[in-house]
């Protein structure tokens, strides 16, 4: 059974940074993308930022220049650098990856939040 786990959520005064990782556990054979997505209170859940597994990143506008995605495949983890976070950054930020197993062959995972709250 595929498990993601989200960490490195928590409080942060605007200007600050925080770092989010995501850790896949269970008989994974592959990852092809991993990715970050947030949802805002009262708002739909929308994309942060995809990393492929070679390596090409993808990320929402709103978030360039501020954000890094990364991944270590070795460790099935990826990482999300948030740095000048602002109000507008606060939400649950989850983890997403497009995997494979052997039980469910190629299939969609969602991680189950972390919150991320930016204070003015």
């Known amino acids: 059974q595929v498990q993601l786990v989200e960490s490195g959520g928590g409080l942060v005064q605007a200007g600050g940074s925080l770092r989010l990782s995501c850790a896949a556990s269970?008989?994974?054979?592959?990852?092809?993308?991993m990715g970050w997505y947030r949802q805002a209170p009262g708002k739909q859940r929308e994309l942060v930022a995809t990393?492929?597994?070679?390596?090409?990143?993808n990320y929402a506008e709103s978030v360039k220049g501020r954000f890094t995605i990364s991944r270590d495949n070795a460790k099935n983890t990826a990482y999300l650098q948030m740095n000048s976070l602002n109000p507008e950054d606060t939400g649950v930020y989850y983890c997403?990856?497009?995997?494979?197993?052997?039980?469910?062959?190629?299939?969609?995972?969602w991680g189950q939040g972390t919150q991320v709250t930016v204070s003015s």
């Open positions: 990393i492929r597994s070679d390596g090409s990143t």
């Open positions: 997403n990856a497009d995997l494979w197993t052997a039980a469910a062959g190629f299939a969609n995972y």
């Open positions: 269970g008989s994974i054979f592959k990852i092809n993308v």
